[in-house]
């Protein structure tokens, strides 16, 4: 079982609608829970960090995270064809300071 | 205000050739991260410095891989005797917070590696 995972898509949604984006990770030890966002041929950009049970949000993102689930996902509302890029998932656990990331979902957002 | 930095952005190497990808964190950012992210995967750990204290080197795949920073600043990543297999995107990244609980790291543009 890979530590962190997601659904690779690509996931298609129209223009407007909320795109959601899903991960689950094994560690029940994780604290920090990150989504980057990557452009094709670009770095990964920080969009999000959580570290709390519940919801953050921030303009049109929103992360949530269920730590006796092990889930943590991120829904964007009013989804604009400039979100289409790889949203990645990342880990962070006490102790080890690197991020585990997941592969990562392609988001596609149709005009 | 100045991002994290990585030179060069693209090399190419023949295989057997050594390389040296430098990384300038964002000032004042204690920790800097080396990553390798091969096509349609996330980045994969190299290395972990604190300062100028490489605390984590659990992520170079072989003796090959060698990082420093000297200086607790800019940071070099070496690979000798390159091989095809190390054609990926290398990415730095740093952070200003050294507690792990709030380990936002930023990452700066990669570089892209091709060994022929």
Redesign the interface.
């Known amino acids: 079982q890979k530590e962190v995972e997601q659904n690779s898509g690509p996931l298609s949604v129209p223009e407007g609608a909320i795109a959601s984006l899903n991960c689950t990770y094994s560690d029940r030890g994780s604290q920090s829970f990150f989504w980057y966002r990557q452009y094709s041929g670009k770095s990964p950009e920080l969009i999000m960090s959580i570290y709390s049970n519940g919801d953050k949000e921030d303009g049109r993102f929103t992360a949530q995270l269920n730590k006796a689930s092990q889930y943590v996902s991120l829904l964007i509302r009013d989804s604009q064809p400039s979100d289409s890029a790889t949203y990645l998932c990342a880990v962070n656990t006490p102790g080890f300071q690197k991020l585990v990331f997941g592969t990562g979902t392609r988001l596609l957002v149709s005009p | 205000g100045a991002g994290v930095s990585q030179s060069p952005r693209y090399k190419v190497a023949k295989r057997g050739q050594d390389v040296a990808l430098r990384c300038d964190p964002i000032s004042g950012h204690v ?1 800097l ?1 080396w ?1 390798q992210q091969a096509l ?6 190299l290395t ?1 410095f ?1 300062n100028e204290a490489q ?2 080197k659990s ?1 170079l795949p072989s003796d090959r891989f060698f990082a420093e920073r000297p200086e607790g600043s800019v940071s070099t990543l070496k690979i000798q005797r390159t091989q095809q297999e190390d054609s990926a ?1 290398y ?1 730095c990244a740093s ?1 200003f917070d050294r507690r ?11 570089t892209r590696l091709t060994v022929l």
């Open positions: 920790s991260f990553y349609g995967q996330g980045p994969e750990f972990y604190q605390l984590d992520g995107v990415l952070s792990s609980s709030y380990n936002e790291q930023f990452f700066g543009p990669g």
